[in-house]
């Protein structure tokens, strides 16, 4: 009889010993995150990955977000013309990609476009949407530009009174310091999500891969139109179906060519790129959904990244994908 019920304890303990997928989630930067990953016996609870999550999203907040006056972004953009800031090393670097994004693209992409989005309806200062006038565009633009940015050692420059915007790229951002928290906590296995920006690592408890679906450009409803396996990687789309304003029959999104102070007029409905970096493939989606259809793809192929372009098309959507998504998907 004891020997028996020894053997139904360790039964009983070998269960509770085995992995166990965990959920969690929260709202933030104006929509949400969530987090699934797979704990191991004496692995944290979700209370303290929660806990350990939500403090790197308010340390983000803080440091990133447009829409609150004790943030670092916000008091850069209220210096004047000629002024510096010191910013932490992690707000330098982002500065710094969105300026190789910008000069990459000649301008197209730009981190000082926040002045633009206000005037026609999307930014935080933004009263309602609307097509301005040629005379406040053309004075709005003049407080738009990369080159007035400047990295001098640990502080940012500017050389005349433009704002920054790093709302492109914070997200995936987030993505990259979550994944790296979750490693040190010796999570191996999840997938860290925010505002739609995700990184997957590791398995599922079954040892399945982690399988991200990659959403049709519907307004309507959520479709998906295909079904990728991921580990170690990061699946970040940028599109212009969800926020976007009607007036006179045309169709204004906020995807916006910062060398024209409009927004984008193409048949680019949506892009997904993969890549190791959230940073790099939220950076990069958003640079080639500006880009257009022709001139993203180009520019893909050209520096082998791994996307795939949705185009509007009669009667629905035409996909592209380049060859390095092909392998990417294969795994090679």
């Known amino acids: 009889m004891r020997t028996a019920l020894l053997f139904i304890l360790l039964l009983l303990t070998a269960c509770n010993q085995s992995p166990t997928l965990e959920r969690l989630g929260g709202p933030t930067m104006g929509s949400s995150y969530s987090i699934q990953y797979v704990r191991e016996p004496g692995g944290p609870v979700p209370a303290q990955v929660q806990r350990a999550v939500e403090t790197i999203l308010h340390d983000i907040d803080h440091h990133y977000s447009t829409y609150r006056g004790d943030s670092i972004v916000s008091q850069f953009n209220r210096l004047p013309a000629?002024?510096?800031?010191?910013?932490?090393?992690?707000?330098?670097?982002?500065?710094?990609?969105?300026?190789?994004?910008?000069?990459?693209?000649?301008?197209?992409?730009?981190?000082?476009?926040?002045?633009?989005?206000d005037l026609w309806g999307f930014g935080p200062q933004a009263r309602h949407e609307q097509v301005p006038e040629p005379q406040a565009l053309a004075q709005v633009r003049r407080r738009v530009g990369y080159q007035h940015l400047r990295i001098k050692g640990r502080a940012l420059c500017k050389d005349a009174?433009?704002?920054?915007?790093?709302?492109?790229?914070?997200?995936?951002?987030a993505v990259d310091v979550i994944a790296a928290r979750l490693q040190a906590m010796g999570v191996s296995s999840f997938v860290a999500e925010v505002t739609g920006e995700l990184k997957a690592v590791g398995r599922k408890p079954d040892g399945s891969p982690w399988r991200i679906a990659l959403e049709l450009p519907r307004e309507d409803r959520q479709v998906a139109r295909q079904i990728i396996p991921v580990n170690s990687l990061s699946v970040s789309t940028s599109g212009d179906y969800r926020h976007y304003?009607?007036?006179?029959?045309?169709?204004?999104?906020?995807?916006?060519?910062?060398?024209?102070?409009?927004?984008?007029?193409?048949?680019?409905?949506?892009?997904?790129?993969?890549?190791?970096?959230?940073?790099?493939?939220?950076?990069?989606?958003?640079?080639?959904?500006?880009?257009?259809?022709?001139?993203?793809?180009?520019?893909?192929?050209?520096?082998?990244?791994?996307?795939?372009?949705?185009?509007?098309?009669?009667?629905?959507?035409?996909?592209?994908?380049?060859?390095?998504?092909?392998?990417?998907v294969k795994g090679q």
């Open 161 to 173: 009174p433009v704002q920054l915007d790093l709302n492109s790229i914070v997200a995936g951002h």
């Open 82 to 117: 000629g002024e510096c800031l010191a910013l932490p090393p992690d707000m330098l670097e982002l500065v710094s990609l969105g300026q190789h994004l910008a000069e990459q693209s000649d301008g197209a992409f730009d981190l000082t476009v926040e002045p633009l989005l």
């Open 245 to 328: 304003f009607e007036q006179n029959g045309r169709r204004y999104s906020h995807t916006f060519d910062a060398r024209l102070g409009r927004p984008v007029e193409h048949d680019l409905a949506a892009v997904t790129v993969l890549d190791a970096s959230a940073l790099q493939a939220d950076g990069y989606s958003t640079l080639l959904l500006i880009l257009g259809p022709q001139r993203g793809w180009d520019f893909a192929v050209a520096h082998d990244l791994a996307a795939v372009l949705v185009t509007r098309a009669e009667g629905g959507f035409v996909s592209r994908s380049t060859p390095a998504f092909e392998r990417a």
